[in-house]
């Protein structure tokens, strides 16, 4: 059986929007909300919005690709601006 993280009874649910140009501090953020999100039953990612930034949005689009599927995240939406 998995070890999940106790929550409290009183925490409040978290809906957490993520927005991104997807350089690399930004991938290490989405790592960790992905990994809060799987040891938390309360911390929700409901999505990633991307936009350019410090690259091209067709970049930004490669980047956050790549860094779901490096931990196996099928169930989190992006969309690009």
Do not use: C
Not at 7 to 28: C, M, R, Y
Not at 43 to 50: A, E, N, P, W
């Amino acid at each position: 059986m998995a070890s999940k993280a106790l929550i409290h009874p009183n925490q409040e649910e978290k809906f957490v929007l993520i927005d991104t140009d997807a350089g690399s501090d930004d991938a290490w953020a989405i790592f960790m909300a992905i990994a809060e999100s799987r040891q938390n039953s309360n911390f929700h990612i409901v999505g990633i919005s991307t936009v350019y930034g410090n690259t091209t949005a067709d970049n930004v689009v490669t980047n956050v690709t790549r860094t779901l599927s490096t931990v196996g995240e099928s169930s989190v939406r992006f969309i690009v601006y």
